[in-house]
């Protein structure tokens, strides 16, 4: 939550909101997305990627970790834990024609797609309203039955293992494939799951630089110059970075001149304040 307000402060609402239409911005949040465990494209038909028969209420929102879907008698699909233990529906796929074989042994998701995998073609995808009424007829009782659709767990996109979420209420909400994250700045930066498509403001952060200040103290003898004219001090500042460059310094050193109480940068010295400070240093 300290970075959630750290970023929230910095936020430049007023150009997100001119440039986008939105107070919405892009972080490194992604996943979420629903896929089928036989991924070869050439299998789906136009939209049967996208075919979906969920019961009421389903999926639930709020999941962070990988999610996969199981079928119920009544034809009706239900997310639940991958680490559950259901029966499997598999299927052998020979050119166009599907065969659905259920699997009389318990396991998890994961346990279930290799079984399908080793002894069939993969756990079932189903395409479209006929192939979900055929598996829901070989169905009997009232437990899950393990098919091939599952949804990837939310990934941070430099690799990091942070489970803080953030979470806009009813969020992420699965609507279609919405597979990347937004923080919304004007609700404190709660986060929003949105179609990778979609063109926002975006987050970008790189390594915490160290930094150290120091103050030098500088004295030019018999310079007929005005030190304190803007061009001569910005002469003499290019002139100092150059040399330091040389001394092998790093190339994003800043410099810049001090002002005294009047506004003015170099005062020119008392000689004799001077003698009478260094008497006193000597006694």
């Given at each position: 939550?300290?970075?959630?307000?750290?970023?929230?402060?910095?936020?430049?609402?007023?150009?997100?909101?001119?440039?986008?239409?939105?107070?919405?911005?892009?972080?490194?949040?992604?996943?979420?997305?629903?896929?089928?465990?036989?991924?070869?494209?050439?299998?789906?038909?136009?939209?049967?990627?996208?075919?979906?028969?969920?019961?009421?209420?389903?999926?639930?929102?709020?999941?962070?970790?990988?999610?996969?879907?199981?079928?119920?008698?009544?034809?009706?699909?239900?997310?639940?834990?991958?680490?559950?233990?259901?029966?499997?529906?598999?299927?052998?796929?020979?050119?166009?024609?599907?065969?659905?074989?259920?699997?009389?042994?318990?396991?998890?998701?994961?346990?279930?797609?290799?079984?399908?995998?080793?002894?069939?073609?993969?756990?079932?995808?189903?395409?479209?309203?006929?192939?979900?009424?055929?598996?829901?007829?070989?169905?009997?009782?009232?437990?899950?039955?393990?098919?091939?659709?599952?949804?990837?767990?939310?990934?941070?996109?430099?690799?990091?293992?942070?489970?803080?979420?953030?979470?806009?209420?009813?969020?992420?909400?699965?609507?279609?494939?919405?597979?990347?994250?937004?923080?919304?700045?004007?609700?404190?930066?709660?986060?929003?799951?949105?179609?990778?498509?979609?063109?926002?403001?975006?987050?970008?952060?790189?390594?915490?630089?160290?930094?150290?200040?120091?103050?030098?103290?500088?004295?030019?003898?018999?310079?007929?110059?005005?030190?304190?004219?803007?061009?001569?001090?910005?002469?003499?500042?290019?002139?100092?970075?150059?040399?330091?460059?040389?001394?092998?310094?790093?190339?994003?050193?800043?410099?810049?001149?001090?002002?005294q109480a009047d506004g003015k940068v170099f005062h020119k010295e008392d000689k004799k304040t001077n003698k009478r400070r260094r008497k006193r240093e000597e006694l």
């Amino acid at each position: 939550m300290e970075v959630m307000k750290i970023l929230t402060n910095t936020a430049d609402l007023d150009n997100m909101f001119y440039s986008n239409n939105s107070y919405r911005a892009w972080i490194g949040l992604s996943g979420g997305n629903w896929k089928w465990s036989l991924s070869d494209p050439s299998f789906y038909k136009p939209g049967e990627m996208e075919f979906r028969r969920w019961g009421t209420g389903r999926p639930t929102v709020g999941h962070s970790g990988k999610i996969c879907t199981g079928m119920l008698s009544n034809g009706l699909w239900y997310d639940n834990s991958c680490d559950n233990i259901h029966y499997p529906i598999c299927a052998d796929v020979r050119g166009s024609d599907v065969t659905f074989v259920i699997v009389t042994q318990a396991l998890t998701w994961t346990a279930a797609q290799s079984y399908c995998r080793a002894n069939h073609t993969d756990l079932a995808s189903v395409r479209n309203m006929a192939e979900n009424q055929k598996v829901k007829a070989m169905l009997s009782g009232g437990g899950l039955y393990w098919f091939g659709l599952f949804r990837d767990s939310w990934k941070w996109s430099d690799g990091s293992t942070s489970s803080f979420s953030f979470w806009k209420n009813g969020q992420p909400d699965n609507n279609g494939n919405e597979a990347c994250v937004a923080s919304d700045f004007s609700q404190s930066g709660a986060w929003e799951d949105w179609s990778c498509d979609m063109e926002r403001a975006f987050i970008c952060y790189g390594p915490v630089v160290s930094a150290s200040k120091k103050v030098l103290k500088v004295k030019f003898e018999k310079n007929n110059l005005d030190l304190n004219d803007p061009a001569v001090m910005e002469a003499m500042l290019n002139e100092l970075k150059q040399k330091l460059r040389a001394q092998g310094l790093d190339d994003n050193i800043k410099l810049s001149w001090r002002k005294q109480a009047d506004g003015k940068v170099f005062h020119k010295e008392d000689k004799k304040t001077n003698k009478r400070r260094r008497k006193r240093e000597e006694l």
